[in-house]
């Protein structure tokens, strides 16, 4: 089993590929006359906690893909990326509400809340999910839509109330964006993030944004321009003309001179570019903050706690993030305004000073993080971190629902719910 991510690993006693529901469900069923604990992957770009035995589940080949064009629903299975629904959609005019990386799988991105590119237009994508198909820890095969007390606690907890076998995914009339990259040399990093922020305050709901700060390596099939280059990288994507992106973007076009910018008009089929993600599998560890603010304070602290060794990626919210929508989901915190997310280099043992550096710099201003974007450094995981990714009147429904659903925490190869008993 190929895995995106590189350092920390499952150690299952059994892996099981399951082709079908049916399979899945006698999967989990033979895992709890057992009791044994269960592990779920997809392609391990969100490997969390690593199962230390018991029962993987493969989701790879559930890989149905189905779209009706007149309701707009996509029927998508769990192995199924975001790069094959993408163009899948495309055909038929379409656009699935996909974030940064097209190689995760639409599921898995869809149970850490899935932040898209056109975030700020369309809220989350976990809002736009109208029906789950979920094999409970009892072995059941259940259908839910919203209203269903487990349909919004499947959405924002990765994993912890079953298997996902398939979802239902509506889709947009989205065919084309303006959108690319502005990257400006590191000397440029602090007048680049002033202007940023400045615009970001300002920007229509039409507009999504996010700033990096990265090393490129100094790989060949990079432009001799980037090779060993530490940047900072203003990424866009506007749901609107090439005239209102350009207009939009020009403003920090005129920050310095850019070493690269791509910005165009492109097939929403294209979106995955936008964010250039490192397609290699590799070892990595992260951790996140939602923001209450970015203000010059939590600017300067972000910088001083960060160096070379780190990859940044602040992420613009508000807009339609901020309202919660009929799915019910478990998303909390929608008010924040950023989203700053710290990827590092790991090799799967022990807590990862880097990361535990940039939440202190930034507790001032974290109202709390999101679970899918908490990879590895399982030894910072625990029943505190968990609670930190919702309000505690959700945490504790989530709690409830978990000694419901799944009493003996068979499903805790995650940032896990601790049943509430
Ligand atoms: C390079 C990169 C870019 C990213 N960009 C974005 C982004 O723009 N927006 C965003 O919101 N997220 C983003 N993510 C986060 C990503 O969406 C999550 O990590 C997601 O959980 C990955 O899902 P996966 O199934 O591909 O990975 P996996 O590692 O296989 O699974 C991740 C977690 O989800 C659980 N899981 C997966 N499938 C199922 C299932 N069928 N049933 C139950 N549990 C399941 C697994 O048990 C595991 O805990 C990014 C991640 C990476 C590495």
């Not at 090799?347 to 908490?374: E, I, K, S």
């Amino acid at each position: 089993m190929e895995s995106f991510q590189t350092a920390y690993a499952h150690n299952p006693d059994r892996i099981v590929t399951p082709r079908t529901a049916g399979e899945v469900a006698a999967a989990v069923r033979h895992a709890t006359e057992r009791d044994l604990p269960i592990g779920v992957h997809a392609t391990g770009h969100g490997l969390s906690v690593p199962l230390d035995s018991g029962v993987l589940i493969d989701t790879s080949h559930l890989d149905d893909l189905r779209i009706d064009p007149e309701t707009r629903i996509a029927r998508v299975g769990a192995g199924v990326r975001a790069g094959a629904l993408l163009r899948a959609a495309a055909a038929h005019g379409l656009a699935p509400l996909t974030g940064s990386s097209p190689s995760v799988s639409v599921v898995g991105y869809l149970l850490g809340s899935g932040l898209g590119l056109l975030a700020r237009r369309y809220g989350y994508a976990a809002d736009r999910v109208r029906a789950l198909e979920l094999v409970t820890a009892d072995g059941a095969q259940r259908r839910l839509v919203p209203g269903d007390a487990l349909f919004g606690a499947v959405l924002g907890t990765v994993g912890n109330f079953g298997v996902v076998t398939a979802v239902e995914l509506e889709l947009l009339p989205v065919t084309a964006i303006y959108g690319g990259q502005l990257v400006f040399d590191a000397e440029h990093t602090e007048p680049v993030l002033d202007a940023w922020r400045a615009w970001a305050a300002t920007t229509p709901d039409t507009v999504t944004s996010s700033a990096g700060l990265l090393t490129y390596p100094d790989l060949d099939q990079l432009p001799p321009l980037l090779r060993g280059r530490s940047a900072v990288i203003l990424r866009f994507a506007v749901d609107g003309t090439e005239a209102e992106g350009e207009r939009l973007v020009a403003p920090l076009r005129a920050v310095g001179t850019p070493v690269a910018d791509d910005l165009r008009v492109m097939p929403y089929a294209e979106s995955g570019s936008i964010h250039r993600e490192p397609p290699e599998p590799h070892g990595y560890a992260a951790t996140n903050a939602l923001l209450s603010h970015f203000d010059a304070a939590a600017q300067r602290a972000l910088l001083d706690a960060t160096g070379p060794e780190v990859v940044v990626d602040i992420r613009q919210l508000g807009g339609a993030l901020r309202e919660p929508g009929e799915s019910g989901a478990a998303i909390d915190f929608r008010a924040a305004e950023f989203l700053v997310r710290v990827i590092t280099a790991a090799d799967g043992r022990g807590r990862v000073p880097a990361l535990d550096a940039v939440r202190a710099a930034l507790a001032p201003v974290t109202v709390g993080h999101q679970l899918g974007f908490l990879y590895g450094a399982a030894d910072a995981a625990g029943e505190a971190q968990t609670r930190a990714g919702f309000t505690p009147a959700t945490y504790a429904r989530l709690a409830a629902l978990k000694a419901e659903y799944d009493p003996a925490a068979r499903f805790r190869a995650t940032r896990a719910i601790v049943p509430a008993h």
